[in-house]
């Protein structure tokens, strides 16, 4: 193909792509003609349409925030309660350790404890239930104070009644079992003896 040729094509079809855009514009201006124009009462009950569509889309997003935020703080609220229940069960499965070394302590012969030899045992079982005390005490657990004091059934379940002179009734006399709580809740309610 020789330049001439080729400019001769380019010419032919510059010319074709002017002509196709003339329709177009004639084609789109005839189509706006055949229209009539929006008049302002269309115009407003539209604008009022629109802004009653807004509110009501507003309104729905506000409902859905609302129900994923009640959504989000029920499984905080859940995930808490879990962690809670099952700290309250394994501190419950470890009070009776606790329990044996209280015992252990307080029946040690008195001639083993003037030994020196027992001494490191003996200080030893003792730093372990101060730890293991400790440790329970990190995480909330307090001994429910039940020696002196009336009976109440929320914290004390009485196992024995004795007579003692000079003391009201319902007065707990001796703990048997140290009871223990976790913030506000009972995990273990103390055994304990009381007077009549």
Same mark, same amino acid.
């Given at each position: 193909m020789?330049?001439k ?16 855009e003339?329709t ?30 807004v ?8 409902r859905?925030a ?15 309660l879990?962690?809670?229940?099952t ?9 009776? !350790?606790? *329990?044996?070394?209280? =015992?252990?302590?307080?029946h %040690?012969? #008195? ?14 079982v003792?730093?372990?239930r101060?730890?293991f ?10 001994e429910i104070?039940?020696?002196g004091k009336i009976?109440?059934v ?9 007579d003692?002179p ?12 140290t009871?223990?709580? !976790?913030? *506000?809740?009972?995990? =273990?309610?103390?055994?304990? %003896?009381? #007077?009549?």
């Amino acid at each position: 193909m020789t330049k001439k040729e080729t400019h001769r094509q380019e010419e032919i079809q510059e010319k074709m792509a002017t002509e196709a855009e003339g329709t177009y514009e004639g084609q789109v201006s005839g189509e706006h003609a055949g229209l009539a124009s929006p008049t302002s009462a269309d115009m407003e009950a539209e604008i009022v349409t629109l802004n009653e569509q807004v509110a009501k889309l507003r309104g729905e997003l506000l409902r859905r925030a609302a129900e994923f935020e009640n959504f989000r703080k029920q499984k905080e609220r859940e995930a808490a309660l879990a962690s809670s229940r099952t700290l309250e069960n394994n501190v419950r499965d470890l009070l009776p !350790i606790l *329990d044996d070394l209280k =015992r252990l302590m307080h029946h %040690i012969p #008195a001639e083993l404890q003037a030994m020196a030899e027992a001494r490191p045992f003996t200080e030893g079982v003792e730093l372990i239930r101060k730890n293991f005390s400790t440790w329970l005490e990190g995480k909330g657990v307090r001994e429910i104070e039940s020696k002196g004091k009336i009976l109440d059934v929320n914290f004390h379940e009485a196992i024995t009644q004795i007579d003692a002179p000079g003391v009201e009734p319902d007065t707990i006399i001796e703990d048997y079992q140290t009871g223990y709580t !976790i913030g *506000d809740r009972v995990i =273990r309610h103390a055994k304990v %003896i009381v #007077a009549r």
